[in-house]
């Protein structure tokens, strides 16, 4: 009946959802040039001060995504409209803060970053040493000892709590709830404080990595349990319904069914956090004190970290140590980059016919 | 767990029908009674399973089915405001009594789901595989035992090229089968099968059915129908259950296949085969 099949041809494959008319493409190049040409024009001439056209713009652009919305669908266009170039401009403002901070960690940082800034310590260094010196080897591995402590601790606790309150459905499961919750709430260096007046302080340890690593797991705990517990419940109950009628017990229904189901998640709740933490250098200060030499013995003497290192680093009125600062913060954001990079691949699932 | 609930002055008729030998039962409810909350579900429902016998449960929606074989197997109580009464025999012993641990009762009376409910995270073999190791039991030739259960269920041909690809890439049609070969591959003494046919085309209906005779020679199933030619194609005897108003939903007639199809006692039961009811 079709021509394709009188002609005996197969179509080529099409997607006319994509395409888009003409006209469509013509309402927004004007809707989204006019204004700008405006607000433009009129910053140039100097009428208005830069920061009044700017928001004159924010305005027009609105009002021009509404017109547009009207003119193409209608009144629910109009709502459209709105919402697009609102977005747009939410979407302009996070971008531009996003890549400011980046771009002047990126700008300053590399400076002062060479091969040795990764791999050396900042033993015999001052602040006013020249850049081609000392580096934050120790920092890093002092980061990557005290957040891998901090994990190894947290991620047991935190999905064990997570499968108490969703599945054990234990009596104490609201205590445990409210907890977890008035948990999230302890400001990072009240944390600190905690270690270092119980543990600390009282003469039991000294300052050391460990430490360091307990502050970071009373921030990372709440973090890690709450997220894991969202991502326990989005396991369909017909999953354990199955499992159970499968004669299995409640533990096994959990190791092998809930848990691997929601890997990916956990894997997430684990990314969360770290990310939590990674940064952090109120928990440090009254706990691994900071060293300028090489320590990778997490319970004897005081340890390095990046953030401690930024910290102390940033505050001081010379010029090299300001740059070796920025480096490290440069430094500490590609470690995470990479980090959270090698997780996600880890955990996604290779097999074939995945959803 | 009874005295919690309040005695609802509703008597159910007592079930009619030739009704089913009683001597070589597998499975049986006595007296059962079923709440959910304060609401009785389900009144006084007493029906046997014979050995080897293949049961439909039939009657229109919502008139208790699903509860009553998830209370046979110990799922019922997975839901946190179900209570029940009475009795359920199975080889001789009340399952619900304190000594008896659920995970033995669901492990031989296996259940095949409405909606079918592959395990998302295991391929098609792991899946198969899976009430094996969720039990804790070994089986020497696992590929033997895969080739089997899913040949019973009628998926064997369709996937035997794909066993490594996860339950979640099949059609709906075909995880409700790998559903019915994963309940298989653990060998229950009594088969549970809650509608397992209502997301199947005819051609994988039937097969299934054959199934079903297959396993009725070993094996001891309850099903769950809509479908009244289904009931009369696979079932050894049929149970009628029917609810009325707002109160409980109670097991009408039970008896033969081709008693209750052919010369029902009660004229509800005849209505309903006969596609004369609501
Ligand atoms: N989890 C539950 N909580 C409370 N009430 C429930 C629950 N599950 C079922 N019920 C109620 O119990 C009654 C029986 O439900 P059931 O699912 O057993 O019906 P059914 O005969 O299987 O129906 P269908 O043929 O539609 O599957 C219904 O009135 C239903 O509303
Ligand atoms: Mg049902």
């Known amino acids: ?355 | 767990m009874i005295t919690t609930v309040e005695a609802v002055p509703f008597v159910a008729p007592k079930t009619q029908g030739a009704g089913v030998p009683d001597q070589d039962l597998v499975l049986a409810s006595k007296n059962l009674y079923v709440w959910f909350g304060p609401r009785m579900v389900l009144a006084d429902v007493s029906l046997n399973f014979p050995k080897n016998s293949v049961t439909a449960l039939i009657g229109p929606s919502g008139c208790g089915k699903s509860t009553y074989i998830r209370t046979l197997n110990r799922m019922h109580e997975l839901i946190p405001s179900a209570a029940l009464a009475g009795q359920v025999i199975f080889e001789d012993k009340d399952i619900y009594d304190p000594t008896v641990n659920p995970v033995d009762v669901r492990l031989r009376i296996g259940m095949v789901f409405q909606k079918p409910n592959p395990f998302p995270a295991m391929t098609i073999k792991e899946n198969v595989l899976s009430g094996l190791k969720l039990a804790k039991l070994s089986n020497s030739n696992q590929n033997e035992l895969v080739e089997k259960s899913l040949s019973q269920a009628g998926l064997w041909n369709e996937v035997k090229d794909r066993l490594d690809n996860t339950g979640g890439s099949l059609s709906g049609g075909q995880q409700q089968r790998l559903c019915i070969a994963r309940s298989l591959a653990v060998d229950p003494h009594v088969l549970l099968m809650d509608e397992p046919c209502s997301a199947l085309d005819p051609g994988s209906t039937l097969r299934v059915e054959q199934t079903i005779r297959e396993l009725s020679e070993f094996m001891t199933v309850v099903i769950v129908t809509h479908n009244m030619q289904q009931a009369q194609r696979v079932a050894t005897y049929t149970a009628f259950f029917l609810l009325e108003d707002n109160n409980p939903g109670y097991a009408v007639e039970h008896g033969p296949t081709q008693h209750i199809f052919g010369n029902p006692i009660d004229q509800r039961t005849s209505d309903y085969v006969n596609g004369r009811f609501g």
């Open chain 1, 1 to 355: 009946m079709s021509t394709a099949l009188i002609e005996n041809q197969t179509p080529s494959a099409q997607r006319p959802w994509r395409k888009k008319s003409r006209n469509d493409v013509l309402i927004v190049v004007v809707a989204s040039t006019l204004p700008a040409l405006f607000c433009f024009t009129i910053y140039q001439i100097g009428i208005l001060s830069p920061v009044i056209s700017g928001m004159l713009f924010v305005i027009l652009q609105i009002a021009a995504g509404a017109i547009a919305g009207t003119i193409h669908r209608g009144r629910r266009g109009l709502a459209d409209g709105v919402l697009i170039a609102s977005i747009g401009f939410a979407l302009a403002f996070i971008g531009t803060v996003m890549s400011s901070v980046i771009w002047s960690v990126l700008t300053k940082g590399l400076e002062a970053l060479k091969w040795q800034f990764i791999i050396q310590n900042n033993e015999y260094i001052t602040p006013t040493s020249p850049l081609g010196y000392g580096g934050i080897g120790h920092a890093v591995l002092g980061t990557l000892i005290i957040v891998g402590i901090a994990t190894i601790i947290s991620v047991p606790i935190g999905i064990a709590t997570a499968v108490y309150i969703t599945e054990v459905r234990g009596r104490s499961r609201v205590l445990v709830q409210g907890l977890v919750q008035a948990m999230s709430g302890v400001p990072s260096v009240v944390a600190g404080l905690f270690i270092f007046a119980t543990l600390i302080f009282t003469g039991v340890f000294e300052f050391n990595g460990l430490m360091g690593a307990l502050a970071y797991t009373i921030l990372m705990l709440p973090t890690v349990a709450r997220t894991a517990e969202e991502v326990l419940r989005l396991v369909p109950e017909d999953l354990r319904s199955a499992a159970l009628a499968l004669g299995a017990s409640r533990a096994r229904v959990v190791s092998m069914v809930v848990l691997p189901t929601a890997k990916s998640g956990l894997v997430t709740a684990m990314l969360l956090g770290i990310a939590r933490v990674v940064g952090e250098t109120a928990p440090l200060v009254f706990t691994i004190f900071g060293s300028a030499k090489t320590n990778i013995n997490p319970v004897e003497g005081p340890m390095a970290a990046i953030p401690l290192y930024i910290f102390n680093g940033v505050r001081q009125p010379f010029a090299p140590e300001q740059a070796r600062a920025y480096s490290a913060a440069l430094v500490l954001l590609f470690l995470v980059i990479v980090f959270f990079t090698l997780a996600r691949v880890l955990s996604s699932d290779r097999r074939k016919g995945k959803k």
